[in-house]
């Protein structure tokens, strides 16, 4: 159960199912929704809402428009129209039933006229990156880093900025950046396997088309598997660490014991997982 709720935190903390494909994303979200009717008594309460507003947000990616306005009136009898996650449910809402500028306007007006003055910082921050998120489509990724590392000096320790910060600049190919900012994602989610995985990502491109010394790509290299493994550690059947692990050990002189290991999994992958996990794991296995 640790395992499981571990997983369904990670993939929560660093909303990774924003890249999820529409099988991933449904695989997600039935997975999710038996893992909450099991009713872990070790799941606290912030988690279990973080997790249902996970699922309003994959109802959302899945179409399934009345299965999130279901969520959302739930989330709204629960906790009164006055609440965080309400205020970023609403300005989806309006998205999907008006438009985005419907939802600018929602909460630039919030903002001015509530949250400015208000203590409610957590209201604050979960708006102004809503803010982001759609005002993004209209500039380009330099005006989004901007505004991500304004909010990051305002709050330093919520690893969602870190982390689309991060996206933002491996985008850029501002490699070394990118990997700042994951690992301060790790340091304030440590058992993030995600964010341990897309680390090792980062830092394998760094060192194919950053690092200009054999001794620094070597290093760097060296880096990249750590972090995938630790990947694998949190996360035993993750095919994302397991292709990463073979791919960076690979590369990597006196690691055909660990890339044996890599293959075995994935061949295991392969054999017993959904189809798209199946053609990937095959892929990796074929390329290596």
């Known amino acids: 159960m640790d395992a499981i709720r571990g997983r369904y935190i990670s993939i929560c903390t660093s909303k990774v199912y924003t890249q999820f ?18 009713k872990d008594p070790s799941l606290g309460q912030a988690q279990y809402f973080s997790l249902m507003e996970m699922l309003f947000y994959l109802a959302v990616y899945l179409c399934k428009d009345v299965e999130a306005q279901v969520l959302y009136n739930t989330f709204r009898d629960r906790l ?9 449910m609403k300005s989806t809402l309006l998205q999907i039933n008006e438009s985005d500028s419907a939802a600018v306007e929602f909460i ?11 203590t409610d910082s ?17 500039h380009d990724k330099e005006w989004v880093v901007r505004q991500l590392l304004n909010l990051i000096e ?34 304030l989610t440590p058992f993030n396997y995600v964010a341990s995985a897309r680390l090792a990502e980062v830092l394998y491109y760094k060192s194919m088309r950053v690092d200009k010394s054999v001794a620094k790509t070597k290093a760097t290299l060296q880096n ?48 017993g997982s959904n189809a798209q996990n199946k053609v990937t794991a095959e892929l990796i296995l074929k390329s290596i």
């Open 122 to 138: 957590i209201s604050y921050l979960l708006l102004q990156k809503r803010l982001i998120a759609i005002q993004s489509k209209n």
């Open 224 to 271: 990249a598997l750590n972090n995938a493994l630790r990947s694998v550690e949190l996360s035993e059947n993750y095919l994302k660490g397991w292709s990463l692990v073979a791919l960076t050990s690979s590369k990597l002189d006196g690691k055909n014991k660990i890339l044996q290991l890599a293959k075995s999994k994935l061949q295991i992958i392969a054999n």
């Open 154 to 187: 305002k709050f330093p320790i919520d690893p969602e900025i870190w982390w689309f910060a991060a996206q933002n600049y491996f985008e850029l190919g501002q490699f070394e950046r990118a990997v700042y900012c994951l690992e301060e994602v790790i340091q």
């Open 21 to 38: 494909s529409p099988e991933e994303l449904m695989e997600l979200n039935d997975g999710c929704k038996r893992y909450m009717q099991l």
């Open 80 to 88: 009164g129209e006055d609440s965080p996650r309400l205020y970023g």
């Open 108 to 118: 630039e007006k919030l903002i001015k006229e509530r949250l400015e003055v208000d």
